[in-house]
């Protein structure tokens, strides 16, 4: 079965500073895409960063990267220099390649709260 | 802008009522989906469309019942809900490729509330 772990319920950190936002995941499939959406609390999803499980480097985009470690089936979420506006909601997904049809799994998700 | 819209964006409805969430995307997508939001619940798929053709159906009581006239829209239609229904009700669209791949864009959400 897959499964998608966010054990950190909430986080804080100061602006300007970064922080590790947590997601383990498991999965028999050899092939799965790992996806982080922000949900702010206007309640619209919306995606940042994506990492297929055969890709060689770490997803980065801006400020958002994605320290994979394939081994410990983690995929955590790096913000570098956090912004007020970077307070919501930060779910982990994962979809397989061959099991699970057309879905995608979410984790519990993480509040961040960024503080002044 | 995600390319993906939704009206209402809220809605509150009494149990008899029969209501419709609307959904368009403009991303030129084939896939779409409907999602329920509760609180402290992960988020939970409820209708999958492939190419207009309905191709999940998790498990949902028959008074949700989802409409796709095209791939640009998306319906779900409401009636004698229950107020535990009330959530969150998010429209996701993606292209369909590489399934590990698809990334699923969403829409704002239409916040129900049912009296």
């Known amino acids: 079965a897959q499964k998608i772990t966010q054990t950190q319920p909430g986080m804080f950190v100061q602006e300007k500073e970064a922080v590790t936002l947590d997601c383990t995941y498991d999965t028999s499939d050899p092939s799965y895409g790992l996806f982080w959406y922000k949900q702010p609390s206007s309640g619209e999803m919306i995606f940042l960063i994506y990492q297929g499980s055969y890709d060689q480097q770490n997803a980065t985009e801006g400020r958002y990267s994605l320290n994979f470690q394939k081994a410990r089936k983690s995929a955590n979420l790096v913000i570098s220099a956090s912004q007020l506006g970077d307070s919501a909601m930060y779910f982990c997904?994962?979809?397989?390649?061959?099991?699970?049809?057309?879905?995608?799994?979410f984790g519990a998700g993480t509040r961040l709260f960024v503080k002044a | 802008e995600t390319g993906v819209t939704q009206t209402p964006r809220h809605l509150v409805m009494g149990m008899t009522n029969k209501k419709s969430l609307k959904c368009e995307q403009h991303?030129?997508?084939?896939?779409m989906y409907w999602y329920k939001q509760s609180a402290k619940k992960p988020l939970e798929l409820m209708f999958v469309y492939s190419l207009e053709e309905r191709v999940e159906n998790n498990s949902v009581p028959s008074r949700f019942s989802p409409e796709c006239p095209n791939s640009s829209h998306l319906f779900l239609h409401l009636h004698t809900l229950q107020p535990e229904d009330s959530a969150l009700y998010l429209c996701?669209?993606?292209?369909?490729?590489?399934?590990?791949?698809?990334?699923?864009?969403f829409g704002p959400g239409t916040r129900l509330l049912v009296l």
């Open positions: 996701a669209s993606s292209q369909e490729g590489s399934r590990e791949r698809e990334t699923q864009y």
């Open positions: 997904a994962m979809r397989g390649g061959n099991t699970g049809g057309f879905k995608t799994i």
């Open positions: 991303l030129g997508h084939n896939a």
